[in-house]
């Protein structure tokens, strides 16, 4: 929420933000003509390349083939040959030379495109919020390099994480590392088809799994089955001995499990040619990876999304408003109003795909609530922030602006979500 001092320069902010989407979009079209200009560049430097290489190597195999035909009779070298070997040495070099200053030609493109950049994007982005709001450049370095190691194992460049830990003295515990190393374990070999591992892992959570109403097992032994069918009639009695494991599952994925059931009749014919065809899609194996992903993620307390990758998002979107609403404060020059580390001069909507918490904003000053002003329930059931409670005492009572209930200040309780 907005402190009143920044109402004015929200509301210029806002008005000058509306078109940041287009220029931004409009920026990022200029770069990438010049982008495209070096690649289509570098596209006929390389045909062109290609073709006059092979005419000289075609002409210079001729004349091989005339120069050993010539040693062979003993006879010595003519006036036309030695014209033509001039003529070859001739080419070569003019070749060599054109093709050098193509190359040239493409540098100069190159750096068009670094000027595009330095044109378009303002590369002081650290300029949008003053030193102040920062923690000391040790902590932010700290930060930063646990937050890309993070990234690195979920990811599951291991060996990369590994050395950026022994390049900048980072000390991560095995107990932190040992959960990605699991879960990247087990979709390298989901990822080769292979589903002994996850079956393993989720028959040991099985409890935990289903306490996050997890259907993970479940998909886990359906995709077994269908890698059984998917082997024709020859495993026909290996599939129905399978089928047992779908048992615990029988009253929560009892549809599910009939379809597959009815899939033997059409296996002698072929499920490739049946209704169930649907069955042997491939994009079981990615769903069956996301599956796994969020699920595990989720009993271990990880984020699915690595924070670095959520945050780096998160940043793309709200530098283009802090930026402009930036322009506005120095135009007006009134820098000091925004020094407070945990507010922002602006509210940035980042979509619901950003929404981790729930957030409760003081519907009576009209602020976002922290641990040092919380919310407070009163006695009418109304919810305030601790600051608008204090402002409405009057006479040691408090009257709630909506009942309006008069009650004891004292009573109400913090909501803590």
Same mark, same amino acid.
């Given at each position: 929420m907005l402190r009143p001092g920044l109402t004015v320069l929200v509301r210029m902010g806002r008005e000058s933000g509306e078109t940041a989407s287009e220029a931004a979009m409009e920026q990022c079209a200029s770069v990438e003509r010049e982008v495209d200009k070096v690649l289509q560049k570098f596209l006929t430097y390389g045909q062109h390349c290609e073709q006059s290489l092979e005419e000289l190597l075609h002409h210079?195999?001729?004349?091989?083939?005339?120069?050993?035909?010539? +040693?062979?009779?003993?006879?010595?070298?003519? +006036?036309?040959?030695?014209?033509?070997?001039?003529?070859?040495?001739?080419?070569?070099?003019?070749?060599?030379?054109?093709?050098?200053?193509?190359?040239?030609?493409?540098?100069?493109?190159?750096?068009?495109?670094?000027?595009?950049?330095?044109?378009?994007?303002?590369?002081?982005?650290?300029?949008?919020?003053?030193?102040?709001?920062?923690?000391?450049? &040790?902590?932010?370095?700290? %930060?930063?390099?646990?937050?890309?190691?993070?990234?690195?194992?979920?990811?599951?460049?291991?060996?990369?994480?590994?050395?950026?830990?022994?390049?900048s003295t980072l000390n991560v515990d095995l107990d932190f590392k040992q959960p990605f190393l699991e879960l990247n374990r087990i979709l390298e070999a989901l990822h080769e088809q292979d589903l002994g591992p996850a079956l393993e892992w989720a028959v040991s959570h099985r409890q935990r799994l289903l306490e996050l109403n997890s259907s993970l097992e479940f998909k886990l032994h359906r995709l077994h089955f269908i890698r059984l069918l998917a082997g024709g009639p020859e495993k026909q009695l290996e599939a129905l001995s399978y089928a047992r494991h779908f048992q615990p599952f029988a009253r929560l994925h009892q549809r599910e499990i009939q379809v597959m059931m009815g899939s033997l009749v059409y296996l002698r014919l072929g499920l490739e040619k049946s209704p169930y065809c649907h069955l042997l899609d491939n994009s079981h194996w990615a769903e069956i990876c996301e599956t796994f992903t969020r699920d595990a993620c989720s009993l271990l307390g990880l984020s699915v999304e690595s924070p670095l990758s959520v945050s780096f998002a998160s940043g793309c979107v709200a530098l283009p408003v802090l930026m402009n609403i930036k322009a506005v404060i120095e135009q007006r020059q009134c820098?000091?109003?925004?020094?407070?580390?945990? &507010?922002?001069? %602006?509210?940035?909507?980042?979509?619901?795909?950003?929404?981790?918490?729930?957030?409760?904003?003081?519907?009576?000053?009209?602020?976002?609530?922290?641990?040092?002003?919380?919310?407070?329930?009163?006695?009418?059931?109304?919810?305030?922030?601790?600051? +608008?409670?204090?402002?409405?005492?009057?006479?040691?009572?408090?009257?709630?602006?909506?009942?309006?209930?008069?009650?004891?200040?004292?009573?109400?309780?913090?909501i803590i979500f």
């Open positions: 210079v195999g001729q004349l091989r083939a005339e120069l050993a035909s010539a +040693a062979l009779q003993g006879t010595p070298l003519s +006036a036309t040959l030695s014209l033509v070997m001039s003529q070859c040495c001739r080419k070569i070099k003019d070749t060599v030379q054109k093709l050098a200053s193509d190359h040239k030609d493409i540098h100069s493109s190159v750096s068009r495109v670094g000027k595009a950049i330095d044109r378009n994007f303002d590369s002081e982005i650290c300029g949008v919020v003053s030193d102040a709001v920062w923690d000391s450049r &040790e902590k932010q370095q700290q %930060i930063l390099q646990m937050a890309i190691v993070e990234h690195l194992y979920q990811q599951g460049m291991l060996s990369v994480a590994e050395e950026l830990c022994q390049e820098t000091g109003v925004w020094s407070h580390k945990d &507010e922002l001069p %602006i509210e940035i909507e980042l979509g619901m795909k950003c929404w981790y918490h729930s957030v409760f904003a003081c519907p009576i000053l009209r602020q976002q609530t922290s641990d040092s002003n919380p919310p407070i329930k009163l006695i009418c059931g109304h919810v305030i922030s601790r600051d +608008a409670l204090n402002k409405l005492i009057n006479g040691g009572k408090l009257k709630c602006p909506y009942c309006p209930m008069e009650q004891n200040p004292a009573d109400g309780k913090r």
